[in-house]
């Protein structure tokens, strides 16, 4: 089946530093790709998605490209600031007909000043 | 921007009894979902509901386990009757559409069975 796997956390650093939260995935067919944010106390915000292979979503300095021949969404961050501390979730939507989400476990990022 | 509400923040239920969760869904849109997140571990998806009927749920939503959408604007969870293990996180979300549209969530309704 369908299943979403993400680097275990947490992940510490510096601000300004350059982020990378790995992801992979395995699906039949071709998934859409997303990345949520969680930051304390809230719910779950889209950061960004893909659709298909070699597409790559951007939001707020983050990028992630949909790479089909690693089954990998990584997601990227040049610099770091403190506002991005918060749980990172990588998410498939696969053949179901309703398009349920699914989630890897989550890495939560703390940016130091 | 519109948003998907969740009430309440936070319910404290003894087990046994039946707790009813309440999401408004953005207004244009016609899918809705409730996941779960126990606490640190995945968000898991339970259902989703489209034109007044379920559309797919997991293994994990069984009979305990109903949802309704009562009026134009509500879309509910019930568990009839609670146990220590449904203690959660529960998320609702709403999309325009199931796979073109992105899924946006409420805030949650964190949920403790005593």
């Known amino acids: 089946g369908n299943s979403v796997t993400q680097m275990e956390g947490p992940v510490t650093l510096s601000e300004e530093a350059f982020l990378t939260i790995n992801c992979t995935y395995t699906?039949?067919?071709?998934?859409?790709l997303f990345w949520y944010v969680q930051y304390p106390g809230e719910g779950l915000q889209l950061l960004l998605k893909?659709?298909?292979?070699?597409d790559k979503g951007s939001n707020k300095g983050f990028e992630a490209t949909y790479r089909k021949e690693t089954t990998s969404f990584h997601l990227e961050k040049g610099s770091v600031q403190v506002s991005d501390s918060a749980v990172y979730f990588c998410?498939?939507?696969?053949?179901?007909?309703?398009?349920?989400?699914?989630f890897g476990k989550g890495t939560k990022l703390s940016v130091k000043p | 921007e519109p948003e998907v509400t969740q009430t309440p923040s936070h319910q404290v239920t003894q087990m046994g009894q039946e707790v009813i969760l309440r999401c408004v869904p953005i207004?244009?849109?016609?899918?809705f979902y409730w996941y779960r997140q126990i606490l640190g571990q995945k968000v898991e998806f339970l259902v989703s509901?489209?034109?007044?009927?379920?559309?797919?749920k997991s293994e994990i939503f069984d009979d305990q386990f109903s949802v309704e959408r009562p009026d134009g604007s509500n879309f509910t969870l019930k568990i009839r009757s609670t146990k220590l293990e449904d203690s959660a996180m529960y998320f609702c979300?709403?999309?325009?559409?199931?796979?073109?549209?992105?899924?946006?969530f409420g805030d949650g309704t964190r949920l403790s069975i005593l």
């Open positions: 207004s244009n849109h016609l899918y």
């Open positions: 979300a709403s999309s325009e559409a199931p796979r073109s549209g992105a899924q946006h």
């Open positions: 509901f489209y034109n007044n009927e379920i559309s797919e």
């Open positions: 893909a659709t298909k292979a070699d």
């Open positions: 998410a498939l939507r696969g053949g179901g007909s309703q398009g349920n989400l699914i």
């Open positions: 699906a039949t067919g071709y998934p859409s």
